[in-house]
């Protein structure tokens, strides 16, 4: 007999009793039998997790034969700085062949795709736009639809999937932290996000994909969901996942989310921050998964909001009030790359805070592309929305 282990647990916000969510990747019944007599490539990293154990270990132990391993951005193991380049290799504990898509290639090639009947991916998302996860799903459905090879998507809930917040991506801004016009906050899990790709003609391909969705249970999108296994190195927390979003677009910014301190994306600040206005500090060391990080030895200061009750809404405050607090001149205070444009989705953002508009007058700029998105999303919805 097989034990189910649930490694996710669901409070519904209207509900006080606690019921379990099942992630796709734990229904194995539903799948192991498309699976059993095929080479198969997985696109996993650290949370594909079925209870204790990893995806791979698990399938490995079903007898399923894995041939390939498909590596996101921090690597398979989920423990390699942001942005670090991925080394391709091998598994030590399985011997399976490991291929980065994202090192010089982030797409698969024909050549990683030979021999194998099938590509399973299981990863947990967090449902924000640059978070890169989505854009290797992209570009696998695409290989997949190229190359006739058949995608099996083990879906897995939201943490951030109870609201749709944030500017809508402008296409001629479209990166790898942003390649589809959606909003930051986009409201949907990796199965319905792949539905969307399809339906709306996203992907840069002509050929038909043969996809299947092993979905989850017991998830809606009124659920708050807890991860016990972080879905990347710096996201530690449920209070870090859910200030992600609002956080994140100071990596555009000559300010620190806290990368090489205990608590990432849940403080942020700078050695150029008045004091006066934010009095607490951190001082960023070397850490794994945060080797360099910005300021490193350096007092910052800033916020700490470790125990700040988190908007359901894309929060514009934090970076606001940064600006308004530098002690520099206010034109270093966007790094010169302009970083922060593709993960704003657009240059419109960067003029609005530069030329002091209020936060109100921003939200609003949103509304007209966030509404039709809205209507949109609802379109490939899979699970009972908020």
Not at 370 to 375: E, P, R, V
């Amino acid at each position: 007999m097989r034990l189910s282990f649930f490694i996710l647990t669901v409070l519904f916000f209207q509900n006080t009793s606690a019921q379990s969510i099942v992630a796709g990747a734990e229904r194995l019944d539903e799948y192991l039998g498309l699976l059993r007599n095929k080479k198969v490539a997985v696109a996993c990293n650290a949370s594909s997790r079925v209870g204790n154990s990893h995806l791979i270990d698990t399938l490995v132990a079903e007898g399923i034969q894995i041939h390939k391993i498909f590596a996101p951005e921090h690597g398979f193991r989920g423990d390699a700085d942001a942005g670090a380049h991925i080394q391709s290799g091998i598994d030590d504990k399985t011997g399976i062949a490991i291929k980065s898509l994202y090192g010089e290639n982030k797409k698969p090639s024909l050549s990683d795709y030979q021999g194998i009947d099938i590509v399973v991916f299981d990863i947990q998302d967090v449902g924000v736009r640059f978070y890169t996860y989505i854009s290797t799903l992209q570009y696998i459905m695409e290989a997949c639809a190229e190359y006739k090879v058949p995608l099996l998507i083990l879906d897995r809930p939201n943490p951030n999937g109870h609201y749709v917040d944030g500017p809508v991506l402008e296409i001629k801004n479209k990166s790898f932290v942003g390649m589809q016009p959606i909003p930051i906050v986009y409201g949907m899990t990796i199965g319905e996000y792949a539905q969307m790709l399809i339906g709306e003609k996203w992907l840069n391909t002509k050929s038909t994909l043969d996809l299947k969705i092993i979905s989850c249970q017991n998830y809606t999108h009124s659920s708050k969901v807890v991860l016990t296994t972080p879905p990347s190195p710096n996201l530690k927390s449920s209070q870090a996942i859910a200030l992600y979003p609002s956080l994140c677009l100071m990596e555009g910014t000559d300010i620190s989310v806290g990368r090489g301190t205990e608590s990432p994306f849940e403080i942020f600040g700078s050695p150029y921050i008045d004091k006066s206005k934010m009095k607490d500090t951190f001082t960023p060391q070397s850490k794994k998964g945060a080797t360099n990080p910005p300021f490193l030895g350096q007092k910052c200061f800033g916020m700490n909001l470790h125990k700040v009750h988190p908007k359901s809404q894309f929060d514009l405050s934090y970076i606001l009030s940064s600006y308004r607090a530098w002690t520099k001149d206010k034109s270093s205070f966007f790094l010169k790359n302009l970083f922060f444009d593709k993960l704003a989705g657009n240059t419109t953002l960067r003029w609005q805070i530069i030329k002091g508009k209020s936060e109100s007058e921003i939200r609003a700029s949103w509304e007209p592309a966030l509404g039709q998105f809205k209507l949109l999303r609802k379109k490939y919805l899979l699970y009972k929305d908020f």
